[in-house]
């Protein structure tokens, strides 16, 4: 599904221009289908390339060998505006396969910036023209990583609607048909009506995926653990990734 759904909100005497943003496409034949509710009629299709997919140049290989780590990338963002040597953005509201609402944006301070040495991520409703906005950052075109220990800092929203994360998607993805052959690993998702509001407390989740196991068959690895004041206060998130295995942790706990 590269759009997400569509809506009409009712019938119309004269075409109407639909459209939806940032749906990636490899190069090659595509074979299309429109599935639709009601009659339609449809007078065109348009593809219009917004943005070419990056391919990362580099991939920091680590060594699982011995006991001391060493940091070999960071970001501990002390600028004053998002580093573009090190991050690029999704952009668009095509759905990103989850049927995600909102628009991501491309640096635009209200849905990304740098405050007092943290990112912000804000999502806002009713913006733009859209009825959520927010931001999605990776350092694909960047940096990739293979193995080693990946680990953040990071407050997540309460509330229903809200799902943070923090996570890896392998080299390989391209667009909807990479995924999951290309690898996934969910350092941490955190959904909003798992946390109290009041308290903040919560849970992490963290998984796996692959094109043998992932969560549409239900049988991905994945563990889960219970977060005090997730909201409020800063937590550390990490993986181990092993050749023969990943072990997550919050706050040093596996």
Not at 10 to 24: A, E, W
Not at 38 to 48: E, T
Not at 98 to 112: K, L, M, V
Not at 156 to 185: F, M, Q, R
């Amino acid at each position: 599904n590269i759009t997400g759904d569509l809506f009409i909100s009712k019938p119309s005497p004269t075409f109407l221009t639909l459209s939806k943003n940032g749906s990636p496409l490899n190069v090659g034949l595509h074979k299309m289908k429109i599935h639709f509710n009601n009659p339609v009629n449809i007078d065109w299709v348009k593809f219009i390339l917004i943005k070419e997919h990056e391919l990362t140049p580099k991939t920091m290989t680590q060594s699982m060998d011995g006991s001391d780590w060493k940091v070999v990338w960071s970001d501990e963002f002390n600028g004053t505006q998002v580093d573009s040597s090190k991050w690029t953005y999704d952009i668009g509201n095509w759905g990103w396969g989850n049927g995600e609402n909102q628009y991501y944006t491309e640096a635009r301070t209200e849905n990304a910036r740098i405050e007092n040495g943290h990112l912000i991520i804000e999502a806002r409703r009713n913006d733009m023209g859209q009825e959520w906005t927010s931001a999605r950052l990776t350092t694909r075109g960047k940096m990739s990583f293979l193995y080693g220990k990946i680990e953040f800092r990071a407050k997540v929203p309460a509330h229903k609607g809200n799902w943070a994360a923090g996570w890896t998607l392998g080299d390989e993805y391209i667009d909807v048909l990479s995924w999951p052959y290309c690898g996934e690993i969910d350092i941490l998702e955190s959904v909003g009506y798992e946390i109290d509001d009041h308290t903040g407390n919560g849970i992490a989740h963290a998984s796996a995926h692959s094109g043998a196991d992932y969560f549409k068959v239900g049988n991905q690895p994945d563990g889960m653990i219970k977060v005090k004041n997730m909201n409020n206060a800063f937590h550390t998130y990490a993986v181990e990734w092993s050749p023969g295995e990943i072990k997550s942790y919050v706050d040093g706990s596996l």
